[in-house]
């Protein structure tokens, strides 16, 4: 164990001597004498965290005290937030082994997906994407609530099929409350054909990616057919405008084809000392990102624009999706429930760029 802590630290101190602790932000292990790992945790302080975690526990005279079983105290800096997060998970699963869930809490986003192979597609809402070539995903949405809002959107302005146990069952599809509502295309009825039906799902698909841009094609097609006075078309155009506009909303800002979805963030990390000049320099942290994959870019001086503008555009060029053979869904969803907590939470530190 203590081969492996010390290729994932860069630092360790027996716990009497935790005074000398930095005060920068980083991962934090506690360990007993024979170097079994106790507590990993991020850190905004190193030392602040110790210090408290130690006087927390000696509170707490019901649980184990933290301070007494500590022999040895594993660190390392690392700067800013979001490259620890990383960090951290994958420090955690190296640690604690298939017990490192146990260790680390994730917050993980929904999304709406379509199985495009199925002979009458439909979508529906998951947090397991199962990331085969066939499926198309939407997302991500920040919670289960908002991804149904978003289908129902979708469905609404879409008049999508939303009884799958009926459409190859003809006898029974006139019970459907959809159908005789007119809420509803009626594939199930024969009132479309199936390659209707898959165009529909191709254009709902993208309008669920692109709401923006739809909703601006719908508008200027409304304005078209009411200049040709067909009213009624119009009032058509205008109820699906209203529907879509729902996913306009900020719960949607980072939503779209997550098989295209690019992020690009810059956040401040270390202030670096320069040979004869007595004011430190700050650097940036920048990173590329996909649903699938975290490219670290490394540390730019700020005013390294140009450099960074390169290696960026450089990183978004390797960013591809991984085969269906070696694509790994639990370190998948685990990685992007991560990038989403960060693009979701108020107050995110950095800059976050959709590309």
């Known amino acids: 164990m203590q081969e492996t802590l010390n290729e994932i630290f860069e630092n360790s101190l027996l716990s009497q001597d935790r005074q000398t602790l930095p005060s920068s932000a980083g991962l934090v292990l506690f360990a007993d004498e024979q170097d079994n790992p106790i507590q990993l945790l991020a850190a905004s302080s190193i030392r602040r965290v110790v210090k408290n975690k130690f006087a927390e526990q000696e509170e707490k005279s019901k649980r184990a005290d933290l301070k007494s079983i500590t022999a040895k105290i594993y660190y390392s800096v690392c700067p800013p937030r979001f ?107 024969g009132k479309i054909s199936e390659e209707e039906y898959r165009d529909i799902m191709e254009d709902a698909f993208s309008a669920g990616a692109g709401p923006a841009q739809r909703i601006e094609k719908l508008e200027q097609q409304m ?64 990173f590329v990102m996909s649903f699938f994959e975290v490219i670290d870019l490394g540390d730019f001086f700020e005013d390294q624009t140009e450099k960074i503008a390169e290696a960026v555009e450089e990183g978004l060029s390797k960013i591809c999706r991984p085969s269906d053979t070696i694509c790994d869904n639990t370190e998948i969803l685990e990685q992007f429930s991560i990038i989403s907590y960060f693009l979701y939470r108020t107050g995110s530190k950095g800059v976050w760029q959709r590309r």
């Not at 200049?227 to 155009?237: D, G, H, I, S, V």
């Not at 879509?244 to 270390?270: C, N």
């Open 83 to 189: 490259r620890l997060a990383i960090k951290h998970l994958d420090a955690v699963r190296k640690v604690f082994g298939s017990d490192y869930k146990n260790h680390i809490k994730f917050v993980r986003p929904w999304f709406i997906k379509t199985e495009v192979s199925e002979k009458v597609p439909f979508f529906s809402i998951t947090k397991k994407p199962a990331f085969k070539t066939t499926e198309k995903i939407l997302g991500p949405y920040p919670s289960q609530k908002a991804a149904q809002a978003a289908l129902n959107a979708l469905e609404d302005a879409f008049k999508l099929c939303r009884r799958s146990d009926l459409v190859n069952n003809p006898a029974t599809s006139a019970s459907c409350p959809y159908l005789q509502m007119a809420s509803c295309g009626g594939i199930c009825a």
């Open 223 to 286: 304005t078209e057919v009411s200049r040709e006075l067909n009213f009624e078309l119009a009032a058509e155009l205008k109820k699906k405008i209203e529907k879509l506009s729902a996913l306009k909303k900020p719960a949607y800002k980072w939503t779209g084809d997550l098989e295209k979805l690019r992020i690009v963030h810059t956040d401040k990390s270390a202030k670096i000392k320069q040979k004869g000049i007595r004011a430190k320099k700050q650097t940036l942290a920048v």
